[in-house]
């Protein structure tokens, strides 16, 4: 095939034909492209966009790249849930498990980091022995099995989306409305599902940070969805700051127990709470959303979402202990306090400053080839709005090595402001739900 005319026409602002997406993902996903061509079209595609056509052949293109999970594996209902990316978002990990818990198939398929966002995958993988790599036959048993399994992209499963994001992250061309669309609809409908839940993240440390581009983005991907027969419902949440305290692997996964075990930070917990409403409802297991936030509640402080959780870590090859214990994960060697340097209030705590920093202590990649360090992080318990006084602690810093304490702590300095007065609005942590029929704002 030759690519070097379709990169001059999409570099020079020309759409390619839905035909050429098919044999470029095609080929790409066969290896018979090479990496070097790859990231050209991506940049060009980053730079230029696409048009409405081009991204549905590229969806469809990857959607057929390999095998889907569909019907007859795992009891309908079949709901997901899928987030843009975000810096202390480990929803996933309590939210898949809960929804489990309430009798929905879930066949989670995440991602890996990706820019300065952490990726699910990385995070279930501090577990020891945690295999997110299933094959499509072991997806399908656990599912029929255990109602719920947590799984990446395989040479099986969606592996034009596994090479081009891979690729993407390391490329800089993250930050493009119709390559994460594709990346995130193309992987979710290759699941199968009777309904899909979006969460849109915006701010300053979102992909996308303006709402105009976000809500765009839940459009396309809603549109995405409904052409499919995928009934698809967005909720746009705050990423203007961490969510939750943990920022890092194992620190997540960590604080995502905590959720299930009902002890979690209260805004991780709402956030899921509201995305496992949309579940529910999307599956027809509760038809009003009081009804389904108290299943939802109930399936927490009854304890047959953290119960859950243990099975799906069994059945995937890690030590269901973890549910009762997370100080089971690894643990980072040295551990230091950050504190207020003055009395006021917390203005902002950047959280594209923090995501950078968890990849630049070891905790995400900088080639697609690398190895990550689960343990290292952050630990911020302070958020904008709050009080403060001089030498209150105000973040922990998990490093390995004495000489990252340098790094960790240059990064609270310029993410954590703190001013006399409180002078910032932190956004709305769930501000809009969008459907095919439009945009309704929960402020
Ligand atoms: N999540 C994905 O799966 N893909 C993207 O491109 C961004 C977020």
């Not at 020079?12 to 997406?21: R, Y």
């Not at 057929?64 to 810096?87: C, E, F, Q």
């Not at 022995?129 to 299933?134: E, K, Q, S, V, W």
Request: proline share 6%.
């Amino acid at each position: 095939m030759h690519v070097v005319p379709l990169i001059e026409q999409k570099r020079n602002g020309e759409a390619l034909a839905p035909d050429d997406w098919s044999s470029l993902v095609r080929a790409y996903t066969a290896g018979h492209i090479p990496d070097y061509q790859m990231a050209a079209l991506l940049m060009a595609v980053y730079l230029n966009g696409m048009a409405p056509g081009e991204l549905a052949a590229l969806t469809d293109a990857m959607l057929r790249s390999g095998a889907s999970l569909h019907a007859g594996d795992g009891r309908p209902p079949r709901v997901d849930k899928h987030s843009t990316g975000g810096v202390g978002d480990k929803v996933s990990i309590v939210l898949a498990p809960m929804v489990a818990a309430c009798g929905v198939t879930v066949p989670m398929m995440s991602g890996r980091g990706l820019g300065h966002t952490g990726g699910t995958l990385d995070k279930l993988e501090s577990i020891p022995g945690f295999r997110t790599d299933l094959t499509l036959a072991a997806a399908r048993r656990q599912l029929d099995r255990i109602g719920c399994a947590l799984i990446g992209q395989t040479a099986e499963i969606a592996p034009a989306d596994q090479k081009l994001y891979a690729l993407r992250d390391a490329t800089a061309t993250v930050e493009s409305t119709p390559l994460i669309a594709a990346s995130i609809m193309s992987k979710k409908l290759a699941e199968g599902l009777t309904g899909l839940v979006l969460d849109i993240k915006r701010g300053s440390g979102a992909f996308l940070p303006d709402l105009e581009d976000e809500l765009e983005l839940a459009r396309t991907m809603i549109n995405l969805g409904e052409e499919r027969g995928c009934p698809t419902v967005a909720l746009v949440t705050a990423m203007d700051r961490p969510l939750g305290y943990a920022c890092g692997n194992a620190l997540e996964t960590a604080e995502a127990v905590r959720v299930l075990q009902g002890t979690g930070p209260p805004d991780v917990l709402e956030v899921a709470l509201r995305l496992g409403v949309e579940m529910l409802l999307l599956a027809g297991v509760e038809q009003e959303a009081s009804r389904a936030r108290a299943t939802l509640e109930h399936a927490i402080s009854s304890g047959s979402a953290i119960a859950k959780f243990a099975d799906i870590v069994e059945a995937q090859g890690g030590n269901p202990a973890l549910a009762e214990d997370p100080g089971l994960l690894p643990q980072a060697p040295l551990v230091e306090t950050y504190e207020a340097s003055s009395d006021g209030y917390v203005t902002e705590v950047a959280p594209r400053v923090i995501g950078k920093a968890v990849v630049a202590l070891g905790g995400g990649r900088h080639r697609k080839e690398d190895d990550i360090d689960a343990a290292v992080g952050f630990v911020i318990e302070t958020k904008p709005g709050d009080r403060v006084h001089r030498g209150q602690p105000l973040a922990s810093m998990f490093v390995r090595e004495a000489s990252q304490t340098a790094t960790a702590r240059a990064a609270l300095n310029t993410a954590i402001h703190l001013a006399s007065d409180p002078t910032v609005e932190p956004l709305p942590l769930i501000s809009h739900r969008v459907t095919k029929q439009g945009v309704e704002s929960l402020d």
